[in-house]
């Protein structure tokens, strides 16, 4: 497992979930837009963590487009019905 690169994203995940909370605390203004784009943000951590984790550094670092896309996907191969 790519630990460094697991807690990279894992870190900004963190970072959208307490900007998320603040902003929606805050601003009384704060819609579904916005709130859209800030869970696709967090998705896109959470889900890059989980899928890219196997690869290596020079690997995740010089990842191509469509690895970037098929990364930020929801996983397939997490039961959920734990």
């Known amino acids: 497992m790519n630990k460094d690169w697991v807690l ?12 998320t909370i ?7 203004e704060y819609e579904y837009g916005d709130y859209s784009v ?15 984790r ?7 670092e010089e990842s ?3 690895k970037f896309s098929e990364w930020r996907q929801f996983p397939t191969d997490i ?3 734990c």
């Open 64 to 66: 191509s487009k469509n």
């Open 38 to 52: 800030a869970m696709a943000h967090l998705y896109h951590h959470i889900n890059t963590a989980w899928n890219s």
């Open 8 to 19: 990279f994203h894992l870190k900004e995940a963190l970072e959208e979930i307490e900007n």
């Open 22 to 28: 603040k902003d929606i605390k805050k601003d009384l």
């Open 79 to 81: 039961d959920m019905s």
């Open 54 to 60: 196997d690869y290596s550094e020079e690997e995740a």
